[in-house]
């Protein structure tokens, strides 16, 4: 478990996969407030095809970034059911 200031101190100027630990939701917002490195990605192209395999809590970012923020969107509904 770790805090995003310490994940950008280990890897600066990387994109890292991560995996969520503990978050929270605000303004339709996703602050990811501890994480766990699942491995370094190496340049652009490696972390599109690992964002397209990421799944459920894990997912990619760039130790560039202050925080781990993310716009929360929510899937249409089909035939009165939401697609979660």
Known sequence: MMHWSEVQRLYPDQFILLEELSSHYKDDKLYVEEVAIVRPIQDADEAMVALLRA?????????????????????????GYSVL
Do not use: G, N
């Not at 799944?55 to 249409?76: A, N």
């Open 55 to 79: 799944h459920d809590e894990r997912f990619i970012y760039h130790t560039s970034k202050e925080q781990i923020i993310m716009e929360v969107r929510l899937k249409p509904a089909i035939r």
